[in-house]
């Protein structure tokens, strides 16, 4: 999954700490990212090439991959806007942002997916949760003033009432709703991802992470389950989420209901029929790779 990196080693621990020449830069805007792509390479801007414009910037540090330190950069001349809805949107050069350097390309964050270097992949996904994070907290939502870094923490606190807010990570379900040897599998609706998936949704306010499981299969599939198994989680950062995945048993009538708002399709399919491949990315298919080993043996 994304977050495999090994045997890279991921530090996430905060230092306040300035840019040097050779540290890489992250620069968004809505939901695309800086950066130069060629075949299957990809580079991204270094602090240097910032060097004679720093000025316009202010330059956070994020984490670590062994030695390589990435920090993030946020236009001080400029309100920062959410464009686009996070993997709503593609791959392709967005224009419409102005690169402020030579051969670098603002590209669809969903391009990062694709990225073949694993730990710049992973990297780019949490430096990107982490953006949207800063870039939605720069005043108190309790009076309304600036909030101010944490100086030993990854945190904001507001200097006038004290307010504290951390990075915001939601929790999210992947279910994969079995029968036997079959599975459901859905598709969006209205999103540019048009392949399969397994059934998911947040978890709300007051309810535990398996009533969410329940919860979620009635209301995009219309059916009820059991045996709840939980499987693995994963971090998310294109959505800002933390995904638990859970297996679970078809209880009662098999007839499917989609919810229409939702989903452009949900359906049941046999193990021997799904022909989707682990893409080494993401939760959900490698929950589908492991219900079609364990069915087709």
Known sequence: MIQDIAPYKFDNQYHELEPRDEDTVCLFAGSTILMHTEDDSVELPKYADFKAESQLYKFRYLFSIDENRFFLASP???????????????????????????????????????????????????????????????????????????????????????????????????????????????????????????????????????????????????????????????????SGTLLAGFFCELVGDDKIKRQEDELAEAVWMKAGEIDLKNDGVSLTYEMIEKFVKEHNK
């Open 76 to 238: 001080l001349d400029r309100l920062q806007k959410g464009t686009f809805s996070s993997e709503q949107i593609d791959s392709k050069v967005h224009d419409e942002f102005e690169s402020e350097l030579d051969g670098f390309k603002y590209m669809g964050i969903s391009s990062i997916r694709a990225i073949g270097l694993k730990h710049i992949r992973f990297a780019l996904s949490v430096a990107y949760h982490l953006y949207v994070w800063y870039r939605d907290n720069r005043y108190c939502g309790r009076c309304g003033c600036e909030l101010s870094p944490m100086k030993k923490e990854r945190g904001l606190v507001c200097d006038s009432c004290g307010n504290m807010v951390f990075p915001k990570i939601a929790p999210a379900t992947i279910i994969a709703v079995t029968d036997g040897d079959r599975l459901v599998l859905t598709k969006y609706k209205g999103r540019s991802y048009h392949n399969y998936a397994l059934v998911a949704g947040y978890v709300e306010i007051g309810e535990t992470i398996e009533e969410c499981v329940i919860r979620e299969v009635k209301e995009e599939v219309g059916l009820d389950v059991a045996n709840v198994s939980y499987y693995k989680s994963q971090p998310w950062g294109f």
